[in-house]
């Protein structure tokens, strides 16, 4: 079964969801930058912030 496309507006929301983790302090900046570096081919990154901060809980 071939791989199926990813629609890149769900890719880009589904990747605002996940900065919001990050900018809420529940997602380390380091595994975010990770997780934008993967799709980078496929969507432009530049609209998306980076927060470093720390956990909450630490």
Do not use: C, R, V, W
Request: charged content about 30%; overall charge neutral; cysteine-free.
């Amino acid at each position: 079964m071939p791989k199926k496309e990813l629609n890149s507006n769900k890719l880009f929301a589904a990747l605002k969801l996940i900065e919001q983790l990050n900018h809420d302090g529940y997602l380390p900046a380091y595994i975010f930058k990770n997780i934008l570096n993967e799709y980078t081919d496929k969507i432009d990154i530049s609209e998306f912030t980076i927060k470093e901060t720390k956990m909450k809980g630490e």
